[in-house]
C-alpha cells in the first residue's frame, strides 16, 4: 500500500466538466538556459486547453524552464535540472505587487497544473479576484515532478499490485509478500537513479524556489503552500529569512517530527475523518445509503473483499486496497462524503465502478492503465529527506500497535513506510528550526484535516518562531479558498501584510 505522507491538494474541478486532469500533458518543454540566465518566456495557452479545454478569461498563460544545479552543494557541478514553470496574468491587473508562488502538495503534485485551475476564479474554487488583479500566479513543477524531469521508476504493474494489496496484511504471507513488493520498487529506482535519487530532496527543492524567485525579478517571496507545500515553504524561510515578504502555509506539516510521528499523526488524523464521516452519514441518511452505520459498511466491505473481491469492467478486481485507496481518496473533500456513500452501496450491489474512481482519482491512474509520476516522485522525495526510516520489523511491530489505536487507518499508514525502509539512496533531511529575521508567517490549520492534522497547525507556527495560526473549523484537507473568512484573512495577508486576528477561527460554512 502507498500512501502519500503528506497528502496532496488536488483540484476539485474542471470548467469543462470533463472531471480529469493530466499532470504531464501540456506543452513540450524546451531545453533549460544555463543557471542564473534570464527565462525564456513564451504563450502556453496549450497547458490550461489540454487540462480543462480552455484558458480563464481575462488570464495570459506563459511558460519557462528555469535551469538549476541538480546538486544545490556542487552549483558548479554542471549537470543541471529543467524546472518548468508557469505565469498567469490577468488583464485587469493593477498596482501589480509581484509574483505569488504556489505548491499544491504531494510531494509531487503538479505546480503548474495547479496554478492553471486556480486561475479559473473563486466560484470554481479558484483564487480571489483581489488576488489575480495585483499578483502574477507562478506555478513550478518541483524537480522530479510532472514536467520537471520527472522520475519515473515504478511500472505500472506494480503500482496497480500496490494500490490493490491489502491495507492490512495480518498473516505473514500477505505481509512478507507486501515486503518483496516494496523492495522491488525501492531496488527498480536505484537502479535507474542510483546517486542522483537524493537530489529530490525538499532542501534541495527549496533552494530552487530562490532560482525561481530571482527569475522572475521579484526581491522577497510571497508563496502559498498545501499541504506538503508547507514543508516547502518553511524550508525556504529557514533558508533564505530575510527573502520571504508573505508565506501562507495551509495544511502544516511538522518538520520535528519524526518519520514514523508523521505517519501515526496521520493515522490519528484520518481516523477521525473517517469518523467525522461516519457521524455525518448518521445524522443525514438521505445523503448517504450506508447509513446508519457507515464505519461497518465500509469495515464489512473491505472483509468481503478480502475473500471475494468484484470484478469491474476493465479487468481489475476491486480488493480490499482498491476500496481502502477509495476511502483515503473521500476524505479529502467533504463533498467527496456522498459519493464514498454510493460508490459503498453500489459495491454491495456488484458494481465497483464508484470505488474504482475514487480510487483513480487519488493515485492519478489514467483510464489506459497507465500512472503520472505523482508516487514515483512521492517516495523520492519522502525517502531523500527521510533518515529514520523504521526497519521491516519495527513497520510489523507498529502494524499491531497503531491498529489497536486506529483500527481503520493505522495498520495501513504503518506499512505506508516500507518504501523508505529499503530506498537505496543516500538522505538529506530537512531542516528544522527558527526562520530568525523573517516576517510574520500565517499557519492555516482545517481542524477535521485528515492528511495534515490539525494538531500540525500551531507546532509549525511554532517551530518557525514568527508563524501566526488561522483556524478553519471545517472538514477536508487545507482551507484556503473555502470560505469568506479565511479568504479575507488570507488575502488581507497577502496584499496587505495585515496578519490576521490572533486566534482567529473561521467557521465551517
Same mark, same amino acid.
Given at each position: ?276 464521516? #461516519? ?216 496584499? #496587505? ?13
Amino acid at each position: 500500500m502507498v500512501v502519500a505522507t503528506a497528502g496532496c491538494t488536488l483540484p476539485a474541478f474542471a470548467p469543462d466538466g470533463s472531471g480529469e486532469d493530466s499532470p504531464v500533458a501540456g506543452g513540450t518543454p524546451t531545453s533549460a538556459a544555463v543557471p542564473g540566465t534570464t527565462p525564456d518566456w513564451r504563450n502556453c495557452d496549450d497547458v490550461p486547453r489540454d487540462l480543462v479545454g480552455r484558458g480563464a478569461t481575462g488570464m495570459s498563460y506563459d511558460c519557462a524552464e528555469i535551469a538549476v544545479p541538480r546538486d544545490w552543494n556542487d552549483p558548479q557541478g554542471g549537470e543541471t535540472y529543467a524546472i518548468s514553470v508557469i505565469r498567469i496574468h490577468s488583464s485587469t491587473q493593477k498596482n501589480r505587487i509581484g509574483s505569488l508562488l504556489i505548491n499544491p502538495g504531494g510531494p509531487g503534485g503538479s505546480g503548474v497544473d495547479t496554478a492553471v485551475y486556480l486561475s479559473y476564479g473563486e466560484a470554481l474554487g479558484g483564487l480571489p479576484t483581489e488576488i489575480t488583479n495585483q499578483f502574477d500566479i507562478i506555478g513550478f513543477d518541483p524537480r522530479g515532478v510532472g514536467r520537471s524531469d520527472p522520475i519515473k521508476c515504478i511500472s505500472n504493474a506494480d503500482q496497480d499490485a500496490s494500490f490493490a494489496a491489502p491495507p492490512d496484511p495480518v498473516s505473514q504471507a500477505d505481509f512478507d509478500s507486501l515486503v518483496a513488493l516494496n523492495k522491488k520498487i525501492a531496488t527498480g529506482c536505484g537502479t535507474k537513479y542510483g546517486d542522483q535519487l537524493v537530489n529530490f530532496s525538499t532542501e534541495q527543492a527549496a533552494k530552487d524556489m530562490d532560482a525561481i524567485r530571482a527569475a522572475v525579478g521579484d526581491a522577497k517571496m510571497s508563496y502559498l503552500g498545501f499541504s506538503y507545500g508547507t514543508l516547502l515553504g518553511a524550508t525556504y524561510a529557514q533558508l533564505f529569512p530575510t527573502k520571504v515578504r508573505a508565506l501562507v502555509l495551509d495544511g502544516a506539516v511538522d518538520p520535528k517530527q519524526s518519520y514514523v510521528q508523521g505517519s501515526e499523526s496521520q493515522a490519528k488524523g484520518f481516523e477521525r475523518a473517517f469518523t467525522n464521516f #461516519s457521524t455525518w452519514c448518521k445524522a443525514t441518511p438521505a445523503k448517504c445509503p450506508i447509513a446508519p452505520d457507515a464505519r461497518k459498511a465500509v469495515t464489512d466491505a473491505i472483509a468481503a473483499a478480502a475473500k471475494n473481491p468484484i470484478a469491474y469492467s476493465d479487468g481489475r478486481k476491486a480488493t480490499s486496497g482498491w476500496i481502502f485507496v477509495a476511502v483515503i481518496s473521500s476524505l479529502y473533500t467533504e463533498s467527496s462524503w456522498t459519493t464514498l456513500a454510493q460508490a459503498v452501496a453500489a459495491l454491495q450491489d456488484g458494481n465497483p465502478k464508484g470505488i474504482f474512481t475514487l480510487a483513480d482519482q487519488y493515485s492519478e491512474r489514467k483510464p489506459d492503465g497507465s500512472y503520472t509520476n505523482l508516487f514515483d516522485a512521492n517516495l523520492a522525495v519522502n525517502c531523500a529527506d527521510t533518515k529514520d526510516a523504521p526497519s521491516v520489523e519495527e513497520v510489523r511491530k507498529l502494524q499491531g500497535e497503531w491498529r489497536a489505536k486506529y483500527p481503520l487507518f493505522g495498520a495501513p499508514l504503518a506499512t505506508g513506510m516500507l518504501p523508505c525502509t529499503f530506498w537505496p539512496g543516500d538522505r538529506d533531511p530537512y531542516p528544522a528550526g527558527t526562520a530568525t529575521g523573517a516576517p510574520p508567517i500565517v499557519v492555516v490549520g482545517t481542524t477535521g484535516d485528515p492528511a495534515t492534522p490539525y494538531e500540525n497547525t500551531a507546532d509549525l507556527a511554532s517551530m518557525l518562531g514568527v508563524g501566526h495560526v488561522l483556524t478553519w473549523e471545517g472538514e477536508g484537507h487545507t482551507a484556503y479558498p473555502s470560505t469568506t473568512c479565511i479568504v479575507k484573512a488570507v488575502d488581507n495577508y497577502l496584499i #496587505s501584510l495585515q496578519v490576521p486576528q490572533e486566534g482567529l477561527r473561521c467557521p465551517a460554512k
